[in-house]
């Protein structure tokens, strides 16, 4: 908090404001991350840094037409000329002797490079020997690369027409060999190096000839006559190589300091010509003493990187890696530098000949083309490292002193740290990313580099990506064999980052053993919390779907491992730590019984009352999958299945959706294991639920109408609310009865009785709202609703204990509780569960009864039997046809023509039904279709029905049904955390960003409101009849709440909520609240009033709901909802459900038709207290004082009661007062430290209490037939509403400011009976709904204001 409140922007402002500091000191509810974002893993970016195809180079042809002594006759040398070949002089030797020693050099200079390869020279060959040689190396390579080298000094250039020259036997002849037989029989894939003038031309000829075949190979393809048809398809030449040594017009450079064949000494021999180039540069006599003997005498060898020779060829590697990284496009860097060892080789060296040869009007060519390097800025520090070199070797040769290294790459790595630690986001990748990766070979900077790549992975997926496509993943995953304990943590960060992108390298790590490691890491109690973290959370994705991994995490004795750490204080770590056991055990039978060995169900079970959501969540999915292997169940087994699912049931009325979401999926496992037990509890349920004409509150007058006078024409349409909460799908299938609960199975034939809870609502807003998914259920919201209210239902509370045989009812009634959850995703799964389960039941129960009832004849008409009526919506024409067929097994349709039935059943057409017509019952005589043998659509499998129990796959498709669609993407959504960047300071916290600006924009307004309305009130408000807002709300107004700072009021009807801007009188939003159709709004709160804020709704039913982005064109979103209170049965005349909310505390206090005040805590998002009222009336009134921890309640039966929250259930109750003789309309307690608690009754009765003292201390008498009353907080008024359509307005004395009867305007028209009224928290607004639909704001005298 200190470091909030040194940055607040308060200091240095006017003296006024400068105690202004309560905003930010406030903490904010529901704003974490499972409350702002989408629970779901993040997209997988196509990870494209593998190598589909690595190759090696396996045979390398050295064809030298040199010809000692005879030149060409096209080449005019100069005298002197450059001579060596191989750095061999040949004329220092006899011709044939020179021509055997450059051949054994040239092959020597490539196998510093490939030392594996299969080298053939071919010394002043004919054209048959080069047909021989090339045939025979490409049968021995097969499908790998060949390369052929061609120096061409002793014969003509290359022509025009695509041929280069070669001799005739006895040498007195120059004989061309064309490309185009050269590619014939070096076939694919090739790499070619061509050492002579004019190569380019070799390069066009070759693309020429390439296209050539393509086009022959293509009408070949079409003309089967072409004599090539009948010919083996030639290889394509697209993955041919070319490298030459200059362009088509250029000649080779003739200067005498320099080797005949340049271009083979820069791709075989880079340091040696590097270094004898640079020393014929002008700035090399900057450093003294230096000769071209001397750079003959470098001490070390070349892939000793400790010598100088081995450091200098190093850094020559680093430098044209960045420059090849940095210049070419990303998938030609992969196949020319990671693919192949030689080729990598190759074209870094072709770099430096591009740089040497261009001072020599040479330019060097290659196929695919590269763009221009020599200019790159790297070369400069090349040129510096080669400096810095050579510099030293004098006095090393002469005077033996010790070699200085290279300051090389800690520069490098220093340029690393700024551009990590300057930039902006958004910028070009660093280009020393490919030296990072050079130096992790160097034990001296390793610690340094692994630190700085972690902090660049840290910047996002990209930054994982850029680094995979560099090729950091061999050496990263190397090092996991280092035993160095200084490289754990960031070698544990750096794959958790990797891990978190491309979690395809389970694989790898197993494969090395890499997982070993981080179980070596998580078992170390002396690591910090966050790196064993960052180890569960890379065994989680070892183990993720990957049966290898989890064997080998088995064997790794991972189970034990993580149970250790199931109850350490790091949140994060308890998350993984369970996430990771629910994975290892998912499908995974040994896994589950070494759990089971090791008690980890009962350990888990102390998570789930963890006070993290999170963490609980984690803790139902690992038992979820703990009890959902399929493997074959003993009694053991059972009963361990049991325990956990009475244990999860307690979760039923969890204050976080998430961990209710996990709870249907962990129960759906269960449900598949245990198919038949719950079908026949299905069964049993449906039957009961259908002989009970239940006389709920959902048979009321309006079945249809969502509100009365909703559909009077003034009113719009609702605003449809984001789709993410599918509300508008959630109200249909909860108001449309899809009219198949009748799926009675018993036998009698008698006429059903008809229950009005199985008639089907019809209402044009029910019809019109028809969502298509909802068309597939067989048990309707509505007949879920009432299984849930008719089985004999216990309290929940009551459900542990429970004999066993009836786990499979009490889970099932724990699903019917979770189809009626107020978070539309969660009932939509419990939906899923349910009616999956249901389909099941009725089709085996109906299978097994058409066997039974074969004696049913074809004449009989299809009286509507308790067994198969099917109740239309009004107006419905549509029939299930049956397939008449005798082999189907059951009676035909009469009346309906016979259609077989494939795949497809006719879906009903969408039906507009008129609004008024009464639903439709057949009569006895009528016929009604027999639809009970088929559900009206497809259901998940594409069988008809008759195929049922008697297929054995079928179990299987279900099986898959259930558990693929019911997935909560919360493991996924949990590890993009390690995705995303961890050292980056939050938005919020950054002084610079417009999170922030805006933050500090809402206070200062927030202070302003509070100075302005202060001055006001504090000279007294005498009168307050000036209204100053009127409009007619879209539903009879039932609760009224202002916001705090702007000028937005937020008024509820039975089921919808609309905004106001009352300065401008304008309606900012309409949106429906998801409620069922029996239950009424009777409570709303504004959260985070002061910032972001947020809208609770209570429903009588004893649901809170939790909306965003309301009235500021946007969707609204509903961001939690739960069940507040359960065991509330709607009624018309109860309190309903009442809220008080603390911000300061976060605590939310709730009660009303029950017999206790439940005490939310909303970081937690569970009950933390339940304080019972003692009385055997309704609560009607909370109000709490967060100071003193009190808590006030008004009571129906007239009493006012006073809670103390810090002490036990038994002694906290410190007050009562049974002063009232009727209903306390309100009670109010006051904020201040000496704060009185005022309260009213239905009979006017003021009265004042101190919380200290046993009577009141001052009574008021206001008028009779009190409907509403609310108190002002800050300004000592009180308004009373009355049922005589009447407004009195109160100050603290008890004297009349202002009495309202008539609506300003249009006729003065009398106002009607008062529903609800409201002050404003600062501003004397009072605000007064009443039962005409309107909704009036008053306020103090205008001079006032």
């Known amino acids: 908090m200190d470091a909030e409140l040194l940055h607040s922007p308060v200091v240095g402002m006017a003296e006024e404001e400068e105690v202004d500091m309560t905003d930010w000191n406030l903490p904010l509810a529901f704003m974490k991350k499972r409350h702002t974002e989408k629970i779901e893993g993040s997209k997988a970016l196509a990870q494209s840094w593998r190598m589909k195809d690595r190759m090696k180079t396996v045979s390398v042809a ?176 697209k993955n041919c190589i070319q490298l030459a040594a200059c362009e088509a017009s250029e000649l080779l450079p003739m200067n005498p300091d320099l080797p005949a064949d340049l271009f083979t000494s820069c791709l075989t021999t880079p340091i040696k010509i590097a270094l004898r180039w640079f020393c014929m540069q002008k700035s090399a006599k900057l450093v003294p003493g230096v000769t071209l003997d001397l750079i003959e005498k470098i001490p070390g060898r070349l892939n000793d990187r400790r010598t100088p020779l081995g450091e200098l060829n190093w850094i020559f590697t680093a430098i044209t890696d960045t420059i090849a990284w940095n210049v070419l496009p990303r998938d030609l860097f992969q196949k020319l530098f990671r693919q192949d060892l030689l080729v990598a080789s190759l074209f870094r060296n072709f770099l430096l000949a591009e740089r040497i040869m261009r001072s020599y009007n040479c330019t060097p060519v290659s196929s695919p083309r590269l763009p221009p390097t020599y ?37 490098q790595l220093t340029a690393f740290q700024v551009w990590l630690t300057m930039g902006v986001e958004n910028r070009n990748p660093p280009e020393q990313l490919p030296i990072v990766l050079q130096v992790l070979l160097s034990q001296v900077h390793r610690l340094r580099a692994l630190d700085l790549l972690g902090r660049f992975l840290d910047l996002g997926p990209w930054a994982v990506s850029l680094a995979l496509s560099v090729g950091i993943f061999p050496y990263v995953l190397k090092l996991l064999q280092s035993s160095a304990r200084e490289l754990r943590p960031l070698l544990v960060f750096i794959w958790a980052k990797i891990l978190a992108v491309d979690s395809s390298c389970q694989a790898d790590l197993v494969k090395d053993n890499g997982h070993k490691y981080f179980l070596s890491v998580l078992a170390d109690p002396y690591m910090p919390a966050e790196h064993r973290t960052m180890a569960v959370f ?50 995974f039978d040994s896994a589950r019984w070494c759990g089971v060995r090791d008690s980890a169900h009962e ?127 959630a109200t249909t299938s909860r108001t449309l009865n899809k009219s198949l609960q009748n799926l009675n199975l018993n036998e009698e034939g008698g006429p059903a009785a008809f229950s009005p809870g199985n008639l089907s609502t019809s209402s044009s807003a029910s019809s019109t709202l028809g969502s298509p998914d909802n068309d597939e259920y067989l048990l309707s919201f509505e ?171 079928e179990t299987a498709a279900h099986r898959s049904f259930i558990s693929v669609s019911l997935q909560t993407g919360l493991c996924d959504w949990s590890a993009k955390y390690f995705a995303q960047p961890v050292m980056k300071i939050p938005e919020e916290h950054d002084l610079e960003s417009q999170v922030r600006k805006e933050r500090e924009w809402r ?102 709901r939790i909306w965003k982005n ?86 129906g039966d007239g009493s006012v009661r006073v809670y103390d929250r810090r002490m036990g259930p038994n002694e906290c109750r410190v007050m009562t007062y049974r002063e009232h003789g009727a209903w306390v309309v309100k009670a109010h307690l006051q904020k201040e430290p000496e704060g009185h608690i005022i309260s009213v009754s239905v009979n006017g009765d003021v009265r004042f ?26 300004a000592n008024l009180f308004a009373c509403g009355s049922m005589n359509q009447f407004i009195a307005v109160y100050n603290s004395n008890g004297d009349v400011i202002s009495n309202i009867k008539y609506y300003d305007g249009f006729m003065g028209q009398r106002i009607g009976a008062i529903s609800c009224l409201a002050f404003h928290p600062y501003w004397p607004h009072l605000a007064v709904g009443s039962n005409d639909y309107y909704m009036s704001i008053y306020s103090a005298e205008k001079r006032l204001r």
């Open 603 to 729: 350990k888990l079970y102390s998570l789930l009352s963890d006070p993290i959501p999170e963490v609980r969540c984690a803790a139902v999915f690992a038992l979820g999958t703990f009890v959902g292997n399929s493997a074959e169940r003993t009694d053991h087994s059972t009963t361990i299945d049991h325990n956990v699912a009475m244990m999860l049931a307690q979760l039923i009325n969890d204050g976080s959706p998430i961990v209710r979401k996990e709870l249907v999926v962990a129960l759906s496992h269960l449900v598949v294991q245990y198919e038949s037990n719950f079908c026949t509890v299905a069964l049993q349920f449906m039957e009961e639920e259908k002989n009970y004409a239940v006389p709920s509150p959902a048979n009321s007058t309006e079945t249809g109408n969502v509100t009365p006078g909703r559909d009077s024409p003034a009113i719009p349409r609702l605003r449809s609310v984001n789709s993410y909460t599918n509300l508008r799908a």
């Open 1003 to 1104: 206070f200062l307004r927030n202070a302003r409101v509070r100075r302005q309305s202060q001055r006001i009130t504090q000279r007294g408000v005498t009168r307050l009849d000036d209204q100053i807002f009127i409009n007619r709300n879209p539903g009879v107004p039932s609760v009224v709440k202002f916001h705090p700072f702007n000028p937005c009021i937020a008024v509820a009807d039975k089921d919808s909520i609309c905004f106001w801007d009352w300065e401008k009188g304008e309606r900012l939003d309409y949106f429906y609240n998801g409620n069922p159709r029996y239950t009424r709004i009777t409570s709303m709160e504004y959260l985070n009033g002061h910032d972001c804020s947020l809208l609770l709704t209570a429903t009588d039913d004893g649901a809170l």
């Open 1249 to 1274: 209490f101190d919380p200290r003292m046993p009577e009141s201390i001052n009574i008021l008498q206001t008028v009779k037939g009190l409907t509403a009353l609310d108190i002002h907080p800050q």
């Open 375 to 411: 200019m790159h800025a790297m070369w400069q520090a090349w040129d510096l490292a080669v400096d810095i070199c050579l510099s030293q070797l004098p006095t090393i040769i002469e005077e033996g002193t010790a070699f200085r290294h290279s300051p090389f790459f800690a520069e």
């Open 538 to 587: 890379i065994l989680a994705v070892i183990v993720n779907n990957y049966n290898t991994g989890q064997e080998a995490c088995l064997q790794g004795n991972l189970i034990a491992i993580c149970l250790e750490q199931l109850n350490d204080p790091h949140p994060l770590l308890r998350q993984w730590v369970a996430i990771c056991l629910g994975r290892i055990w998912q499908n």
């Open 62 to 237: 050295l064809v030298l037409c040199l010809n000692v002594g005879v030149d060409p006759p096209d080449v005019v040398k100069t005298s002197p000329c450059a001579r060596l070949e191989c750095w061999i002089d040949p004329l220092s030797m006899s011709p044939q002797k020179a021509l055997e020693t450059i051949g054994a050099n040239l092959q020597k200079q490539y196998e510093n490079w490939q030392p594996r390869a299969r080298y053939k020279q071919s010394l002043d060959p004919t054209v048959d020997e080069v047909k021989k040689l090339c045939t025979s190396l490409r049968r021995n390579a097969k499908e790998e690369r060949v390369l052929f080298h061609y120096n061409g000094h002793g014969v003509p250039r290359p022509t025009v027409n695509g041929e280069i020259w070669v001799f005739n036997k006895n040498y007195t002849q120059y004989i061309p060999l064309s490309i185009y037989d050269l590619q014939t029989w070096m076939g694919s894939p090739s790499i070619f190096v061509y050492d002579c003038s004019n190569a380019g031309i070799i390069v066009k000829s070759f693309k020429q000839f390439a296209l050539q075949r393509e086009q022959e190979l293509e009408v070949a393809a079409i003309n089967p006559n072409h004599p090539l048809a009948q010919m083996p398809l030639p290889p394509s030449m």
């Open 783 to 953: 007949t879920i609703d009432k299984m849930r209210r008719v089985s004999s239902y216990s309290s929940l509370n009551s459900l542990i204990g429970v004999s066993f045989n009836s786990v499979y009812t009490q889970i099932w009634r724990v699903l019917l509780h979770l189809a009626a959850d107020p978070f539309p995703d969660v009932s939509d799964l419990a939906m899923k569960v349910l009616n999956s389960i249901a389909y099941k039941a009725t089709m085996n129960a109906r299978t097994q009864r058409i066997l039974d009832s074969g004696s049913l004849t074809q004449s009989a008409p299809a009286s509507p039997t308790s067994k198969g009526t099917l109740i239309h919506q009004a107006g419905a024409s549509h029939r299930s046809k049956r397939s008449s067929s005798p082999s189907s097994g059951s009676p035909p349709m009469p009346g309906a023509s016979s259609s077989s039935l494939t795949n497809e059943v006719p879906k009903p057409p969408v039906r507009e039904a008129p609004p008024n017509r009464p639903p439709y019952t057949p009569t006895l005589g009528g016929q009604a279709p027999h639809s009970q043998q088929f559900p009206r659509t497809r259901k998940m499998f594409d069988k008809g029905p008759d195929q049922t129990a008697e297929d054995g796959d």
């Open 1110 to 1195: 309301f009235a500021d064109q946007r969707n609204p979103e509903m961001v939690t909802a739960w069940q507040g209170l359960s065991d509330m049965l709607p009624t018309t005349r109860g309190a309903g459900m009442v809220v008080d909310w603390e911000q300061e505390t976060g605590l939310l206090m709730t009660s009303g038709d029950v017999r206790v005040i439940r005490i939310w805590d909303t970081e937690r998002e569970m009950k933390v207290q339940d304080i019972p009222t003692g009385a055997d009336s309704c609560v009607t009134s909370l109000s709490c004082d967060p100071q003193r921890s009190l808590v006030a309640a008004g009571l």
